[in-house]
């Protein structure tokens, strides 16, 4: 094998493995990062300041929230969340399935809308479309162990 074929042939096999090792392995489970939900928050209200009435209220509903998503490795999900909505005590538990395409996740829920989730490390910065602008993002964090 000459010398260009022996460096045509290992980019071959190291752009292959690169592909197929790109895929990321999110399964496991997460909890609400309060902190980096909040800057979400607080950036979300110099986008939309029509909506800043609501910071104080929404502020304080993440501050009570309790949330989880674990992610199954055959492609199934819980998102199970619980607080105070309007002074009540309120829990929600969505399942479907997700993908993964390099570093972004898509969850699936019959007839709701999607959510997406780039993957930063242990950490998954999620959008989830909302009539309040200012609630569409938060950030769900690996749980230890």
């Known amino acids: 094998m000459g010398e260009q074929q022996r460096w045509s042939w290992g980019f071959g096999v190291a752009l292959g493995i690169a592909l197929t090792g790109c895929q990321p392995h999110p399964e496991g489970e997460y909890e609400f990062d309060l902190a980096e939900s909040k800057q979400c928050l607080l950036d979300a209200s110099k986008e939309h300041p029509e909506e800043n009435p609501l910071l104080d209220k929404l502020l304080e509903f993440e ?13 199934t999900f819980v998102d199970t969340s619980s607080g105070l909505l309007d002074g009540k005590p309120y829990t929600q538990v969505d399942k479907g399935t997700w993908v993964a395409r390099h570093s972004r996740l898509t969850f699936k829920v019959p007839d709701k809308d999607d959510m997406i989730c780039d993957i930063e490390g242990k950490r998954l910065r999620c959008f989830k479309p909302s009539t309040i602008k200012l609630a569409e993002r938060y950030v769900m964090i690996r749980k230890a162990g």
């Open 63 to 75: 501050q009570n929230l309790r949330a989880t998503l674990r992610i199954e490795p055959d492609g």
